[in-house]
């Protein structure tokens, strides 16, 4: 079976930092762009960061820039989101996702729930 | 950076009913590579339709989509009542990717 599962949120304070994880099973992740969405409670859905398989092309959206770090082990199959200096606006579901270009993403995790409060 | 608009913000329609979705970009969306997204309570989001048009693998054909440009639009020509729920409109021809704020179609 294709899927996603996320792993590593939880609760921080402002400031802190998480690493989530998103392993990949029924396919082989190198092959396609992954990305990380978030979605604030109650609200829409947020583009955060991408990253490309074997030209480790990477980007993210200005609100993060800076302060997150994505990366991959294609050895475990596996993407990672590195979250440090958080703020409480960062409080969110965090999703990974494959996207099929160009199709869009047609595979998504369940979500992590990563709150940051004091 | 592109901003998509849905419009309405909420509709409400019955079972057998037809549903209009529309979904309007700031800039042309490049090569028509807008997506549409459901989304049901504590789930994510679920493909339908990419590229404008082209439904997504296991959709009902009562889902469609249209557009070019500026414009688009998702039609549910026969509501289920499993089709209640948020749909998000996705462009993905300019980085960022960008969102609309969504679409809450619930049952009237």
């Known amino acids: 079976e294709v899927q996603l599962v996320e792993s590593g949120g939880g609760l921080v304070q402002p400031g802190g930092s998480l690493r989530l994880s998103c392993a990949a099973s029924?396919?082989?992740?190198?092959?396609?762009?992954m990305h990380w969405v978030r979605q604030a409670p109650g609200k829409g859905l947020v583009w955060v960061s991408r990253i490309k398989s074997y030209v480790s092309t990477i980007s993210y959206a200005d609100s993060v820039k800076g302060r997150f770090t994505i990366s991959r082990d294609d050895a475990k199959n596996t993407l990672y989101l590195q979250m440090n200096s958080l703020r409480v606006e960062d409080t969110a579901v965090y999703y990974c996702?494959?996207?099929?270009?160009?199709?869009?993403?047609?595979?998504w995790g369940q979500g992590t729930m990563v709150t940051v409060s004091s | 950076e592109i901003v998509l608009t849905q419009s309405p913000g909420t509709l409400s329609l019955s079972p057998g009913e037809r549903a209009t979705l529309s979904c309007r970009a700031s800039q042309i969306v490049t090569s028509s590579y807008l997506a549409w997204y459901q989304q049901k309570p504590g789930q994510a989001p679920r493909l339908l339709i990419s590229?404008?048009?082209s439904r997504a693998t296991g959709i009902p054909d009562r889902f469609s989509g249209s557009g070019s440009g500026t414009d688009f639009t998702l039609t549910i020509s026969r509501l289920e009542p499993e089709d209640f729920a948020v749909y998000y409109c996705?462009?993905?021809?300019?980085?960022?990717?960008?969102f609309g704020q969504g679409t809450n179609l619930e049952i009237k």
């Open positions: 029924g396919f082989t992740s190198s092959n396609y762009w």
């Open positions: 590229a404008a048009s």
């Open positions: 996705q462009q993905y021809g300019s980085s960022p990717y960008t």
């Open positions: 996702a494959r996207f099929d270009w160009p199709y869009g993403y047609d595979i």
